[in-house]
């Protein structure tokens, strides 16, 4: 019998590559190729931790995966010293079965090559795998917790044009404005625990931009909140315990706060507690201040087409949004 890591030829006329990958795939690995074509780059720890019980079995299931010409990977290198675990993307047969499982044709030629000429030289690739690990430990978080499933993660790449954001029935005052006032999230998702389903945005912060800039953030989700039909919690992610005070510090300064469901939560404590982000971590901010610290599935949204798609009943509605209504410019 053949070693199952060891995807050598049977004799005989070889098989083709596409062939031999149909071969060996398992779901698990769908999903892998799944997640670097919609997030482009993972790391070896990553993938580990939101799917496998060791590291050393993650990284014998990428090596074949490799091996099979299914991924590739790139090993940075560190300013000080040493490197950075593996990062992994799609080689162009993951293009191929990724695009076919998904009736979308056939990729380009050199699909491989660009995506790797763009991630391994984009100066914001430490933001794209924040803002990936942010799910990677929910998933982690759902593989140890029954009754928990990340039921989606939707990547940054969706909403590069903000008008998307609207559904049938949003405001078309909004949708004339080109949504040039709507907010551009780096990922949104579901996340599903106890029998109920809550939809999220996030933003990853790194800690460099002015406080100022993620103000806005928080005002641009209120504009979305006030041109749609329904409203999801906005998630911030912040570097530190000082970082996530200043923002709620400068957010109530403002005379006329946005009427918008913000929540944030800090690395410095999800680390030290180890409660994940799908703990009691998230901090409400602005009018919603009151609500305290609460855990992710409790965190409060208005959607009843969410609702009705994923069978849940909305424990906590948001009752304070505003009507649809321009804005007033």
Known sequence: MRNPRNPQQ???RPLDPLTRLRNHINDRDLLILSW???????????????LFPSLD?????LRLLTELQAISRFRPNKLDGGSYPYHYLLDQLGFVYILGERDEGLPRRDEARRRKQSVMTRPDLRHLLGGNQFFIDLA?????????ALETWRPAAAFHTPINLLRPGDSMAMAATKGVRLPRPD?????????R??????????????????????????????????AWPALFLLPSQRREDNLHHEMATYLRPPNAL????????LTASGLGPAGRVWRAGGPLRPLGVLP???LPYLDPEHDQRHHVANPRPWTAKPGIEPDED
């Open 36 to 50: 670097l074509y919609d997030h482009h780059a993972l790391t070896s720890a990553q993938i580990a931790h939101a």
């Open 57 to 61: 079995y993650a990284q014998r299931r």
């Open 140 to 148: 982690g978080q759902a593989r140890t917790t029954p009754g928990a």
């Open 296 to 298: 992710l599935i409790d």
């Open 262 to 269: 913000w929540f944030t939560a800090n690395t410095e404590h």
């Open 187 to 195: 990922g949104a998702g579901v996340w599903r625990q106890d029998g």
């Open 10 to 12: 049977p004799k005989g």
């Open 197 to 230: 389903a809550v939809p999220f945005w996030v933003e990853y912060d790194t800690g460099t931009e002015r406080l100022e800039v993620l103000a806005e953030k928080v005002f641009k989700y209120a504009t979305l909140a006030r041109a749609a039909v329904w």
